[in-house]
């Protein structure tokens, strides 16, 4: 029986919509789990995870596979598998700041909020910018707004939420999607269960 991480945040209503379309029936299985995090349907165990956990459950093998965004997957730096990615969820991590605000001028250090400490200092020293990370946990926006930081390293999808709060994206750093991924060993021993898995998540061969 594969161990299959699946998020609880943003990416599950499309996953299992996406299962459901192809036959795997995630839906009827969560609809009766209640509180549970652990659920047994046909051929799988599901472990209902918080999103950014789930690349660490796979990596160290306490899940053979599961689904991540790559944002999570290189903030954690998760020695993972991409099988597949996956035909939803995609979006863009930005930096954010006030609208009409100039963020990068030569030489001035910043100061960035950010759910993504590694990958967002990691992107920032690419594009050669003097930045101290302060971590937050959630409304990384209001960060932004409220003058916390000078700008926040966060997802953007439609952008809604970004304009009602006098927000704009600067610059795109990183084109992200979610995958399905899986743990090295698990991968060995366990190959002909994912690739059924990959298929009924709509992979081809």
């Not at 998020?7 to 995630?26: F, I, Q, S, T, Y």
Request: hydrophobic share 50%; glycine share 10%.
């Amino acid at each position: 029986m594969l161990r299959f991480a699946v998020p609880k945040g943003r990416l599950l209503e499309p996953l299992v919509e996406l299962a459901d379309r192809h036959g795997l029936a995630l839906g009827e299985a969560l609809a009766g789990a209640g509180r549970q995090l652990v659920v047994e349907t046909a051929g799988l165990r599901l472990l209902l995870l918080k999103d950014a956990d789930v690349p660490v459950y796979v990596e160290q093998g306490a899940a053979d596979c599961g689904v991540a965004g790559l944002d999570q997957i290189l903030d954690r730096d998760a020695d993972v598998l991409r099988l597949l990615r996956l035909p939803f969820g995609a979006c863009r991590l930005c930096l954010i700041a006030r609208e009409g605000e100039v963020v990068r001028e030569e030489g001035r250090p910043l100061v960035l909020a950010s759910k993504y400490q590694r990958l967002a200092g990691m992107l920032a020293q690419r594009r050669g910018l003097n930045a101290t990370l302060v971590p937050l946990a959630g409304s990384v926006e209001l960060a932004a707004r409220l003058g916390l930081a000078d700008a926040v390293v966060d997802l953007v999808e439609t952008g809604r939420t970004l304009r009602e709060n006098g927000l704009q994206p600067v610059e795109e750093w990183l084109a992200v999607a979610p995958y399905l991924i899986a743990q090295r060993a698990a991968f060995l021993w366990k190959c002909e269960e994912m690739r059924a898995l990959r298929r009924a998540l709509g992979g081809q061969e």
